[in-house]
């Protein structure tokens, strides 16, 4: 319906951070038509669906349109059947402004995330690429990975492991508890442990 402007910010990044919606081009003949109905109907019923986008198309309607609260209902339902949709009639709400203030910090966000990063990505990867605050985390994220991969600096450690039998025949494992860090150490441990074993 109403969305940020495709070719501007269009966010109030030294006041209050307010979105500034614009109708798209392609849109405008739709809503005229709407308000024309509108304007003409005892009641409007607003119907979209119950989750932030849903709640914020119904918004946008009743911005868009002028309906006032005199006439016009919300209602949700959640399958397309006589009971469900009579139901949503008997239950009318208002809308749910928590629903719709969520889903407009999730758009500013991504709008001011996608804005500055979005053309970054047209240089270095692929046009026609856009970033939001999701991929710009998961993107940090693999980089940092990355670094950390390249970064890393083997290190050799030494496991000492040994199989003992007993005088009438049995035998057990035995490990030592901690690693050795050098082939040295590793070495002096076991010609030590040798002396002892054949004294």
Same mark, same amino acid.
């Given at each position: ?5 495709? *070719?501007?910010?269009?966010?109030? /990044?030294?006041? =209050? ?9 392609? *849109? +405008?003949?739709?809503?005229? @038509?709407?308000?024309?109905?509108? @304007?003409? $109907? ?8 119950? =989750? ?18 005199? !006439?016009?209902?919300?209602? /949700?339902?959640?399958?397309?059947? +006589?009971? $469900?949709?009579? !139901? &949503?009639?008997? @239950? ?8 719709? @203030?969520?889903?407009? &910090? ?41 670094? #950390? ?5 083997? +290190?050799?450690?030494?496991?000492? =492991?040994? #199989? ?18 050098? *082939? ?16």
């Amino acid at each position: 319906m109403a969305d940020l402007p495709s *070719k501007e910010l269009g966010v109030d /990044v030294d006041g =209050d951070f307010t979105p500034k919606y614009k109708v798209s081009d392609d *849109k +405008k003949k739709v809503v005229r @038509n709407l308000k024309s109905l509108a @304007n003409k $109907a005892e009641m409007v019923w607003l119907a979209s669906d119950e =989750d932030r986008e849903g709640e914020a198309i119904a918004w946008h309607l009743e911005q868009e349109l002028g309906l006032t609260p005199d !006439r016009t209902k919300r209602i /949700v339902f959640h399958e397309i059947t +006589k009971t $469900a949709i009579l !139901r &949503a009639i008997e @239950n009318p709400r208002k809308i749910d402004y928590d629903l719709v @203030n969520a889903q407009q &910090a999730r758009r500013v966000l991504d709008r001011l995330v996608g804005y500055e990063l979005s053309p970054v990505l047209w240089r270095k990867v692929k046009g026609g690429l856009s970033a939001g605050r999701v991929q710009s985390v998961s993107v940090r994220l693999i980089v940092e990975r990355e670094r #950390e991969v390249l970064g890393f600096e083997p +290190k050799a450690s030494y496991r000492v =492991d040994a #199989e003992f039998t007993t005088q009438d025949g049995k035998s057990f494992k035995a490990k030592l508890p901690k690693n050795i860090t050098t *082939k040295k150490q590793a070495k002096a441990f076991l010609e030590k442990t040798l002396v002892l074993l054949l004294k």
